[in-house]
């Protein structure tokens, strides 16, 4: 046997013949997705063990104090779960919100399925280390707690640790964060508030971390708990309780052995063999869109469908890590890229997946293979997780003048992304000249299709910074300012007669959005054009080098201000670096106060 740890970044690897406990299966980690893949893993005949790092099952839905649901599809064990509960709230003198479940008594609830099938439970075990067979094989798990170091065997692991633990330990391949600036998606601190006697559980986002990393935890709760400490106590508020979970919506996520994107969904390509399916919009909670990726960009912003309701097929291959063996993941670390992981997080989804995994590695022990092996049908008939591609057929209008109808309304998102998708231009031109708005939304849709036509249209809402906002759904922060869309999208149109209107529109800072469009835009021009690299980077060193005020953005669902100058002076610094031109940003780094994070993005990109 081998034992496998990480060690100052590497993975070490040493022979290992003490004693251990065999199980068939091994759940690590017990929350959203976890206790559900325990407790039917048991139901399916496995001899099961959980480790769990706290105190209690369930995760963010119950020590996390998430206790709603956002839209998903509810099928699955979980909602046999989820009716115990109800029925247990009956007159017990719980007072829920519509769609709320009491944290508490759900994990009553999960520990006392678990423990009724069979499930064996090790609470404050935290991972150390891995078993393996061989270099690729998953064989068991390594635990520490209050009595020292535990290790147990098992002939399948399900890592549903939320931040890929098991894979990490074993060497797997994976990734983390956006491209731009490497962050992951915003974070909230829940905690629970009382006034006018009633409790109510008070969300939130705080900012930016990276979940595995300990030193960026520790600065984050610390400002946020001191951020949210009020002045005085008093019964009109009253603070009860932090949530023992830090709910980080991304962390680690898996390379598979189907990978899963953004792109793929919104374009029709739909994975095959689907375990589990994701109902959701691209629930990105970032405010500075800017930073994120064009695929994002151009669904979110330039053709406005955040809200968008999506139907994601999750197939069995995005739970299986990329080249091991003995393991299946399930939650939130699935083969997704960043930019999916967005929707494909929602709690039916995730306690779902756990079903899915469990179901997945009781047939391959009870087969004695590798669950590649396992016929896909055989699997599909134990979850009947039904098939939802149909749905996706409503994203897109079928004929032109629907999508004419559309561009000429206040909601022209849908007839946007259409237009973009059915590719034809020359209708799309005849609009260029037409009075109101109709004009932006078809320049917007040609700019997707890289159409130079349209790049007097943009460079004028720009100029002008066009202050309207389209008509969507929920009328979402998400909506930037036509001027601020123009300027990212003539960036993606690499459109060098408007440097110096990008130029001025970083200096102005009239807002985040319209600064972070225009810095991008600058950084992608410079980048195609090198002549004009000295002069952009020239403007960039001017805007990053001057000690300003904060430039702010709000996370969504919450009135906390977020700095985000330093962030966009590390970018800065890294692509001045890159092209050779000579700065003094560094020095107005070292003298800022930074958080973690921004120090170690820092590091990241520049040192």
């Known amino acids: 046997m081998i034992r496998s740890v990480v060690s100052n970044g590497r993975t070490v690897r040493s022979e290992w013949t003490g004693p251990y406990e065999e199980y068939d299966v091994i759940v690590a ?7 559900i893949a325990a407790i039917v893993a048991a139901e399916h005949g496995m001899k099961t063990l959980v480790v769990e790092r706290s105190n209690c099952c369930g995760g963010i839905g119950t020590g996390g104090l998430v206790t709603n649901y956002y839209y998903g599809i509810r099928h699955g064990r979980h909602t046999l779960i989820d009716a115990a509960v109800k029925e247990r709230e009956n007159g017990s003198g719980y007072i829920l919100r519509k769609n709320c479940f009491s944290a508490e008594l759900k994990k009553i609830e999960l520990e006392q399925t678990m423990l009724k099938a069979g499930v064996e439970i090790r609470y404050e ?97 610390l400002r946020q708990s001191a951020a949210l400490y009020p002045d005085r106590f008093t019964a009109e508020n009253r ?23 953004l792109e793929d969904v919104i374009h029709g390509r739909l994975a095959a063999e689907p375990v589990a399916w994701e109902r959701s919009n691209w629930d990105t909670h970032t405010l500075d869109l800017g930073f994120e990726d064009d695929t994002a960009m151009q669904w979110g912003v330039a053709a406005m469908q955040w809200s968008t309701v999506l139907h994601i097929p999750v197939p069995r291959d995005a739970l ?27 709690k039916d989804c995730m306690q779902f997946t756990g079903e899915a995994a469990a179901v997945m590695a009781s047939l391959a022990v009870k087969r004695h293979c590798d669950v590649r092996e396992v016929p896909y049908q055989m699997i599909a008939g134990e979850l009947s997780c039904g098939d939802y591609s149909v749905e996706n ?38 609009l260029l000249g037409e009075p109101g708005p109709a004009c932006a939304h078809a320049a917007f849709a040609l700019a997707l299709l890289k159409e130079k036509s349209c790049l007097g249209i943009l460079r004028e809402l720009a100029e002008q910074r066009n202050s309207r906002r389209a008509e969507t759904p929920r009328s979402e922060p998400h ?71 904060p430039l702010t953005i709000c996370c969504f669902g919450s009135s906390r201000p977020l700095n985000i100058l330093n962030r966009m002076r590390i970018l800065i610094c890294a692509r001045l670096d890159k092209w050779g031109i000579h700065h003094y940003v560094e020095t107005v780094l070292n003298g800022g106060k930074l958080t973690q994070v921004e120090r170690n993005m820092w590091r990241r990109l520049c040192r």
């Open 239 to 261: 603070i009860n309780f932090f949530s023992g979970h830090f709910c980080a919506r991304e962390g680690r996520l898996i390379a598979g052995e189907e990978n899963l994107t």
């Open 125 to 221: 075990a935290v991972l150390t280390a891995v078993l393996m067979r061989d270099e690729s094989t998953v064989n068991g798990v390594f635990w520490h707690d209050a009595d020292g170091e535990h290790c147990a065997a098992c002939r399948y692991v399900i890592d549903a640790t939320a931040e890929a633990q098991v894979v990490f330990l074993a060497g797997g391949a994976f990734h983390f964060g956006r491209e731009s600036d490497g962050l992951a998606q915003t974070y909230t601190l829940n905690y629970s508030r009382s006034a006018d006697n009633t409790q109510l559980i008070n969300f939130g986002d705080g900012g930016y971390v990276n979940p595995s990393d300990s030193s960026e935890l520790t600065d984050e709760i």
């Open 320 to 346: 299986i890590p990329k080249g091991l063996h003995g393991i299946l993941v399930a939650g939130r670390m699935l083969a997704v890229d960043h930019n999916l992981s967005q929707a494909v997080r929602m």
């Open 29 to 35: 980690g017990g929350g959203t997705a976890g206790a």
């Open 393 to 430: 057929e409503k994203l897109l209008l079928k004929t032109e003048a629907e999508i004419l109808n559309g561009l000429r309304s206040g909601a022209p998102g849908q007839a946007i992304w259409s237009a973009y998708r059915m590719g034809n231009r020359a209708y799309l031109k005849t």
């Open 479 to 549: 909506r930037q300012e036509y001027g601020a869309i123009a300027a990212y999208l003539l960036g993606w149109m690499g459109d060098a007669e408007s440097v110096d209107l990008l130029i001025g529109i970083l200096k102005e800072r009239r807002s985040a959005q319209y600064a972070v469009n225009a810095l991008n835009a600058l950084m992608r021009i410079g980048e195609e054009t090198e002549d004009l690299r000295q002069k952009i980077g020239f403007a960039l060193s001017e805007f990053a080098g001057i000690p300003q005020n």
